[in-house]
């Protein structure tokens, strides 16, 4: 049974900083994808960040690049997402994923294992 655990998550300043962290369980951990993905209230679930298997190749999305940073250790079985100048527009819960399949790195379909999220809430 795949089991994803995200932690980090909490309430920061405007400007501020995070990293949330994604322990993984119950699959060979470097076959699959990994990605976080949020939601915030009202509105659609989205990519933020997603990372290939073995590392080589990150996809962030456009609301988010320069400032977030996606990292895998296949050792550890974890994902991360370092997040930095983050504002309110950050502020919603963040998931963590993982794909075992071909398609889309980005795409919410691709994904078949989730996480329970982690509340990120950015204080003005």
């Known amino acids: 049974q795949v089991q994803l655990v995200e932690s980090g998550g909490g309430l920061v300043q405007a400007g501020g900083s995070l990293r949330l962290s994604c322990a993984a369980s119950?699959?060979?951990?470097?076959?699959?994808?990994m990605g976080w993905f949020r939601q915030a209230p009202g509105k659609e679930r989205e990519c933020v960040a997603a990372i290939n298997r073995n590392g080589g190749y990150t996809y962030y999305g456009d609301s988010v690049k320069g400032r977030f940073t996606i990292s895998r250790d296949n050792a550890k079985n974890t994902v991360y997402l370092q997040m930095n100048s983050l504002n309110p527009e950050d502020t919603a819960v963040y998931y963590c994923?993982?794909?075992?399949?071909?398609?889309?790195?980005?795409?919410?379909?691709?994904?078949?294992?989730w996480g329970q999220g982690t509340q990120v809430t950015v204080s003005p």
């Open positions: 119950g699959l060979t951990f470097s076959s699959y994808r």
């Open positions: 994923a993982a794909s075992g399949g071909w398609a889309g790195l980005s795409l919410l379909s691709s994904y078949t294992s």
